[in-house]
């Protein structure tokens, strides 16, 4: 468990990308883990887009102020319709199943001495209308994928966790 802690720690999200090239076998691995990812009643309401061409790339930067640079973005999306939905309330995970690959993927990608950061500031109704293929997708965020350029630091909150006993009760 040790090594998983330092890993849960020592991730941070990554502003700052270098031009080195991000190889396909560690996307591959990437993607791996995602498919891994546990879902609410194994649904796996979710689909995740590699934008890696530098046209697809320039398209989908075009609506969002955070790319950060990257040569490689992911965007996760969810499909409502195909999540399973708790019958108490209604409650439909297809967005905690996103969310679930999602941190699978951050926290794999630094693992792989990659940086990455959860953006959800982005035009998802523009992406859609640029990339028709996400259309029916709830977007629910996009990871601007690669090696972190030698600036690249935690942002000075990163470090700042509010106390367990103001976020953990035990009963």
């Given amino acids: 468990m040790t090594d998983f802690q330092q890993l849960a720690h020592d991730r941070y999200s990554c502003r700052s990308f270098s031009d080195r090239p991000v190889e396909g076998e560690k996307i591959d691995a990437l993607l791996d883990v995602a498919l891994a990812a546990p879902t609410a009643v194994d649904k796996q309401p979710w ?3 590699v934008v890696e061409s530098p046209e697809a790339v320039a398209r989908l930067a075009a609506h969002t102020r955070f790319d950060f640079g990257a040569r490689v973005i992911l965007v996760l999306g969810a499909l409502p319709e195909e999540a399973w939905v708790r019958k108490y309330d209604g ?3 297809a967005d905690v199943d996103a969310s679930i690959v ?3 993927v951050m926290l794999a990608a630094h693992d792989l001495g990659l940086g990455t950061t959860w953006v959800g ?3 998802a109704p523009a992406v859609k209308e640029a990339f028709p293929e996400m ?3 709830d977007l629910v965020a996009l990871f601007p994928l690669g090696y972190p350029s030698e600036d690249a630091e935690p942002a ?3 470090f700042k966790r509010r106390p367990s006993d103001e976020l953990v009760t035990r009963v």
Avoid: A, C, Q
């Fill in 47 to 49: 689909h995740m887009w």
């Fill in 91 to 93: 409650r439909n995970f």
């Fill in 102 to 104: 999602g941190t699978h």
């Fill in 121 to 123: 500031h982005f035009d």
């Fill in 135 to 137: 259309e029916p997708y």
């Fill in 156 to 158: 000075p909150m990163h």
